[in-house]
């Protein structure tokens, strides 16, 4: 405006100050000022370009009919989803509003997001079981067979459960001999597929162990919410169940409820107590069963031997047979005797036994027992004391005559004419002289007295008595 013209209105024109951005601080208002104003705001569209990258962060656009906007989840919300994000799906996404300053690109934070319709748990129900459908988990040729009666059943659930006590209610009524084995796990919560599928492992690892070997597992848990029962439709827990080498029966539930462990279980029961009622067959039912097979073995029994008789009664009816049947029946004859003759002489022989027990009997009620054992007492010992003086008696005459006859021995031996001064002459040989005649100058003898010997030589021949 020209000075002049200013003048006359009376007041000066000033030019408006030119504040002049960077392109950095211009988006980083924008984002200040976004962030602040939409820093909660739920977003509903359909996901287009979903790209999950190798760091675990979800990057995918959000769209409707006139507009779009980019989505961003970071791994730490991104692994908390229970379902998987697909393109076309209807979602609602909640998160902070901001601008990505290196593209200038407007774009939502989300923390959450969950399917429009259906909720989040029943997508990704629908997603595993599609997946290990695909996979032929759930097909019934690989399921096991659950054996008739197991020796051992081991139970996967909580100890405070009220399904475990229904279980164990209705095993003790239908066979109370079953034994179990109770793993205590969670059957609620982060931690419980874990710890139910740590079970199943720890019962297929007993195979050398006795005390914890079992023929078929049951996972129990009683009814509940979709979302209490979320945790048996982990693809962890279902691996471990179709990987079990020993049958697992799902009883998780009423009978309206199916998760994933009931598909790729063996076998599923409606309720913890129909599981009970199907792991073992009750007394009953085993009792009649055996009575039918009973039956039928009694009625093959009598058709065979009705045939066999019939055959034997053909072949009785030979000759040769009929001889032998003579014989037969002459020896059963005198066997008929024999046994006669043997039941009458046991009989008399047991009626003089029972007389003559009567009898002694009789005589013993008649008699002191005591009086007769002190009488045969001091016979006894009256002829202990008669033996004992005629041994000693008898003694003292065989001593007596020991000694006359010493005495008798002693006079008529040799040795006694040798204490009176009398000589024994033996010639070289030994032998008793006699006859001095024998004996020739030179001659060696021997003169034997009471007490030494001489030995001599002889020098003159013997003289003529």
Known sequence: MPDDLQGQLGFTFRPPDRRVWTVRDLVAAARASLEQEY??????????????????????????????????MFRSQARLLRFKPQDGMQV?????????EGRGQLQLIAEYLEPKGAGALQIAFEQLKARLEAEGLFRSERKKRIPALPRCIGIVTSPRAAALQDILNILQRRHFSANVLIYPAQVQGENAAAEVAAGVRYFNAAEEDSCRNVD???????GGSFEDLACFNDEALARAVASSEIPVISAVGHETD????????DLRAPTPSAAAELVIRSRQDIDEELESWHRRLEKAMRFQ??????????LAQHRGFSRIMDVIHRRQQRLDDFV?????AERSLQQQYRRRFEALAAAVRHYDLRMRLGSAHRDLNARTAALAAAVRTLNLQHRSRLERLTDALQALSPLAILDRGYALVLDASGKLLKDARNIKPGHQITARLAKGEIHATVNAPAKKG
């Open 39 to 72: 820093g909660d705001a739920w977003i509903e569209g359909e996901i287009s370009n979903y790209r999950p990258a190798e760091s675990g962060h979800l990057y995918f656009t959000l769209k409707d009919a006139g507009a779009q906007l980019s989505i961003v």
């Open 92 to 100: 609602i996404a909640r998160g902070k509003v901001t601008i990505y």
């Open 216 to 222: 078929v597992i049951i996972i129990a848990r009683g």
């Open 258 to 265: 199916f998760t994933i462990l009931d598909f790729v279980s």
């Open 305 to 314: 031997i009705l045939i066999r008789r019939q055959s034997l009664t053909e």
């Open 340 to 344: 006669n003759r043997l039941t009458n």
